[in-house]
């Protein structure tokens, strides 16, 4: 019998090659199928990493808290007093926290695949929960980020209002977002594994370009070529839909909005397919 007749007598009896990437419609439904491991696979990590360090989850929230302090007492400082915000405290722990959000994901995603090599080549399930895993790590991780960061905005005086109900929306955006960078990112460090060295690098030039610590639009007022590019930034957009609706003094402009609708639907769409094209090589490269 030659290998032909017996993929066909396989095919006949509803066995798969392992490892073959089903068509993509498939394969959504075999990943909504198997979300419960995703979710399970991020508690844990979750409760590892937790474990692993005395102050536990305290870190999700201190991390953020020592940058905003390092940075704001830096850039505090030295820059010029023209390009900060009247109200610079909480223009700046906004955009750590938001940023913090962003760049976890980002260096998660990149490292769930390569970093997971004995699940991947001992199991049989979509290789998409992996990301995924990561991307709801950090979505649970992101909420007492928030709720510290609204106490935070409370102190240096900024009243609570309405509009701070618009973080929801801003935010499940940007996750959406972010599954696709950590899909993309997935896919591209199992292929050059050297990628996993510039991805922090990546994340600094996102940080210095999205206007964490000083006001794009005074900055680059003189200089509108740099200042539309920067504003083609999704996570500019994003910290500054959220500045908008939770600090005083910083507008929303509507293509904030366009761009971070189309940034959150074109890159989870384009990382989903990237990431299922390259199922078949994940564990074999």
């Known amino acids: 019998m030659t290998p032909t007749d017996l993929e066909a007598l396989a095919s006949d009896?509803?066995?798969?090659?392992?490892?073959?990437?089903?068509?993509?419609?498939?394969?959504?439904?075999?990943?909504?199928?198997?979300?419960?491991?995703?979710?399970?696979?991020?508690?844990?990590?979750?409760?590892?990493?937790?474990?692993?360090?005395?102050l536990g989850m305290g870190w999700v929230v201190l991390r953020p808290i020592l940058n905003a302090i390092l940075f704001g007492t830096i850039f505090g400082v030295i820059m010029p007093s023209d390009t900060r915000p009247d109200n610079f405290v909480a223009f700046l722990v906004v955009g750590v926290f938001i940023f913090e959000y962003?760049?976890?994901?980002?260096?998660?995603?990149?490292?769930?695949?390569?970093?997971?090599?004995?699940?991947?080549?001992?199991?049989?399930?979509?290789?998409?929960?992996l990301p995924i895993a990561i991307v709801i790590r950090q979505f649970v991780e992101l909420i007492p980020m928030l709720l510290v960061m609204m106490v935070i905005?409370?102190?240096?005086?900024?009243?609570?209002?309405?509009?701070?109900?618009?973080?929801?929306?801003?935010m499940m955006l940007m996750t959406l977002f972010n599954l696709g960078i950590a899909l993309i990112t997935a896919r591209l460090t199992v292929h050059v594994r050297d990628l996993s060295q510039i991805?922090?690098?990546?994340?600094?030039?996102?940080?210095?370009?999205?206007?964490?610590?000083?006001?794009?639009?005074?900055?680059?007022?003189?200089?509108?070529?740099?200042?539309?590019?920067?504003?083609?930034?999704?996570?500019?957009?994003?910290?500054?839909?959220?500045?908008?609706?939770?600090?005083?003094?910083?507008?929303?402009?509507?293509?904030?909005?366009?761009?971070?609708?189309?940034a959150a639907v074109v890159t989870s769409s384009f990382g989903l397919v990237f990431f299922w094209k390259g199922e078949e090589r994940y564990g074999r490269d």
């Open 199 to 262: 991805i922090p690098l990546v994340s600094r030039v996102v940080f210095y370009t999205s206007g964490i610590f000083f006001d794009l639009e005074r900055v680059l007022a003189d200089r509108q070529e740099l200042l539309t590019l920067a504003r083609l930034n999704p996570v500019h957009d994003f910290i500054a839909l959220v500045r908008g609706y939770m600090v005083t003094g910083n507008p929303i402009e509507p293509f904030m909005w366009w761009i971070a609708i189309g």
């Open 102 to 129: 962003f760049t976890k994901t980002m260096s998660g995603g990149a490292n769930s695949i390569v970093g997971s090599k004995s699940l991947v080549r001992s199991l049989s399930f979509p290789r998409i929960l």
């Open 153 to 170: 905005l409370l102190v240096v005086g900024e009243p609570i209002q309405w509009s701070w109900l618009m973080l929801v929306p801003v």
């Open 13 to 54: 009896n509803g066995l798969e090659r392992v490892g073959a990437r089903p068509p993509l419609r498939a394969y959504i439904v075999q990943t909504w199928r198997r979300r419960d491991f995703a979710s399970t696979l991020a508690r844990y990590r979750l409760q590892a990493a937790m474990s692993e360090n005395r």
